[in-house]
């Protein structure tokens, strides 16, 4: 189970939906983000690369053949 911790996006409400193929996370944000074009791309690239880091270790299980 992960640790708890404290919050470091305050006031930001999270939406999760998970089922066998699919993945969902939405976030209503208490304020605009303002990004321009190039924040806008480093800020995707982040979160791929989140979810990549948290989804590795099931793709790992399913390499190994468990």
Request: no cysteine; net charge negative.
């Amino acid at each position: 189970m992960a640790q708890s911790t404290i919050s470091q996006t305050p006031d930001v409400i999270f939406h999760v939906s998970i089922t066998d193929r699919h993945i969902g996370i939405s976030a209503d944000l208490p304020l605009p983000l303002s990004l321009g074009e190039d924040e806008a791309v480093l800020l995707e690239a982040n979160l791929n690369n989140a979810m990549e880091l948290v989804l590795a270790p099931y793709f790992a299980v399913a390499r190994s053949g468990l």
